[in-house]
């Protein structure tokens, strides 16, 4: 099982050549074990990206958010109470917050390309 950031989710449907094979593999992996966890903050930052025409997409919101549903094993999780706690202790922005407090409540690796988040000591990260 791994946690996927937002911008993973957006390419691995719209770009996915600009994901890593180290990536491309952890998500190939978890689609055919114990699934991917997909933060629900992100259907939030999906549908402000397409609101303010951050990204393009020949698609209403919901279609959008359906076939991306559709396309892996995805296992859609809320703010939980040790989730909202543990966020509040992390200086970033309010939904990497819940998506890096998400990955080390569930003990996951969270794939993502954000360099500050690679780089950071608390959580383990797939990228490179």
């Not at 919901?62 to 966020?87: C, V």
Request: net charge neutral; with cysteine.
């Amino acid at each position: 099982m791994i946690t996927v950031d937002t911008h993973v989710i957006i390419w691995d449907a719209l770009k996915p050549d600009i994901l890593t094979s180290r990536a491309k593999k952890a998500i190939d992996t978890a689609n055919k074990t114990d699934g991917i966890i997909f933060c629900e903050i992100s259907l939030w930052e999906i549908a402000m990206l397409m609101q303010k025409r951050r990204i393009e997409i020949h698609a209403t919101y919901l279609d959008f958010i359906n076939l991306i549903k559709a396309s892996n094993n995805y296992i859609f999780q809320g703010i939980t109470p040790e989730i909202a706690e543990l966020s509040s202790e992390i200086n970033l922005d309010p939904a990497d917050r819940i998506i890096v407090a998400t990955s080390i409540i569930t003990n996951t690796k969270l794939v993502t390309a954000d360099k500050n988040l690679r780089q950071s000591k608390k959580i383990r990260t797939i990228w490179q």
